[in-house]
């Protein structure tokens, strides 16, 4: 049902909406996809009929009349996702489909065509040198890092692969972050924020209980509840063969892969940051860097 702040005119738009998406969907169907037999030439239009698809989904032919006709109707997520099963809708058409019937969408699910976007990802963040950039799992594990990552943060392999649990464990990362005590509790309530998203995820509560058993500063900002959306956090570093580094570490999403995080560190105008990165990863800087580079 549409809100109560809803407006007559948004109201009427939406519902619109909705008629016109379930009609151009069905029609994409062909009887054969959905496992019923063809009606040959007793078809004047291609697709299913209106009652295949209330019948396939398990729901009342007037009733599916009444929701592709745009009428202001009671659904629920149950009823809509056997229409999505039979119309066969994608996850972000299925997303649309519960924004139209005014419910709150699921979260988006990557299509099975966007999974394999590693190796696009893989030339963003390369071509961010001579800045470090990473990408993490919705759980913040490791997924991949550029080189300067390596160089600047202590990305490496022997490592937790975890970014929330390496941040409290790894002494060489711990080393460098001149103001570590005041980025923690930002970083915890990021991660909190982020689990509250998926309050029954297992994979969520599994970071948790490790990061707990292996930082009792973890968890004890974790007792706080606090809570702050991903953003921007501002870092300042010693690096041992350049000294001071501040960079600002913004977190982006791709609509198509909402999965992953993609982490970029732009440097601040503080230090003379960009050049001294820029000389870092230079073949004089490498030879110089105190272990090697991994990715």
Request: with cysteine; aromatic share 6%; hydrophobic share 40%.
């Amino acid at each position: 049902m549409a809100t109560a702040l809803e407006s007559a005119s948004a109201k009427q738009h939406r519902l619109g909406e909705l008629r016109e998406f379930l009609m151009s969907r069905r029609a994409r169907v062909s009887p054969a996809e959905a496992g019923l037999p063809d009606g040959g030439a007793r078809r004047r239009t291609p697709g299913l009929r209106r009652e295949e698809v209330a019948v396939l989904a398990g729901v009342g032919v007037s009733w599916y009349q009444w929701l592709e006709q745009g009428r202001d109707i009671t659904v629920s997520p149950q009823v809509l996702d056997s229409v999505a099963r039979v119309l066969r809708l994608s996850p972000a058409e299925r997303r649309h489909l519960y924004v139209l019937a005014a419910l709150n969408p699921p979260a988006l699910e990557p299509a099975p065509e966007d999974r394999d976007m590693c190796h696009g990802l893989r030339r963003l963040i390369d071509a961010w040198m001579p800045f470090p950039a990473h990408i993490m799992d919705q759980y913040w594990n490791t997924v991949m890092w550029n080189e300067a990552a390596a160089i600047v943060l202590g990305m490496r392999q022997e490592i937790v692969q975890n970014c929330l649990i390496a941040f409290f464990t790894d002494p060489l990362y711990r080393s460098r972050s001149t103001r570590w005590e005041e980025l923690a509790p930002k970083v915890v309530a990021q991660f909190r924020s982020a689990c509250s998203e998926c309050p029954d995820d297992e994979g969520f509560q599994a970071v948790v209980e490790s990061a707990k058993e292996a930082s009792p500063e973890f968890a004890e900002l974790w007792e706080r509840r606090d809570i702050l959306p991903g953003g921007q956090n501002r870092k300042e570093m010693e690096h041992p063969l350049v000294g001071t580094l501040v960079v600002e570490a913004t977190q982006l999403r791709v609509p198509a892969r909402p999965d992953l995080v993609i982490v970029m560190h732009t440097p601040m105008p503080e230090a003379n940051t960009a050049e001294k990165l820029e000389w870092l990863v230079s073949p004089e800087g490498r030879r110089g860097a105190m272990y090697p580079v991994a990715g």
